[in-house]
């Protein structure tokens, strides 16, 4: 089982970015797939989730900015970031789990990826 995660990079405050998370090894159709963060000397944080139906969820501190799809032909989830702030300054993992009704709590997920580096400057 892989999760492949990347996009990350360097940007202004105000632009975008767009993450992929690339999964391997798991059948795809049948699991759900989350984004976390995590900042430095902060916990992991639930940023999105997307159920293997297509039932979507987001943390109230991305809501209206972050957006989740999913691409069943390539195996892929992807993170829309607009109008990045500072404060969205993290790793981002993605993470993967068959169904949860706890979709922000990192111990439900039974996969995770290796995490990209977000970095928003101002």
């Known amino acids: 089982v892989q999760l492949q995660a990347s996009g990350g990079g360097s940007v202004q405050a105000g632009e975008s970015l767009r993450l992929s998370c690339v999964v391997s090894?798991?059948?795809?159709?049948?699991?759900?797939i989350a984004w976390f963060r995590q900042a430095p000397g902060k916990e992991r944080e639930g940023v999105s989730y997307?159920?293997?139906?297509?039932?979507?969820y987001y943390s109230s501190s991305v809501k209206g900015r972050f957006s989740t799809t999913s691409d069943g032909a390539e195996n892929t989830v992807y993170l829309q970031m607009n109008s990045l702030k500072l404060e969205d300054t993290a790793v981002y993992y993605c993470?993967?789990?068959?169904?949860?009704?706890?979709?922000?709590?990192?111990?439900?997920?039974?996969?995770w990826g290796q995490g990209t580096l977000v970095t928003v400057s101002s």
């Open positions: 993470a993967a789990v068959q169904w949860s009704n706890k979709w922000d709590r990192a111990s439900e997920y039974d996969y």
């Open positions: 090894g798991l059948p795809f159709d049948d699991y759900a």
């Open positions: 997307i159920s293997a139906d297509g039932l979507l």
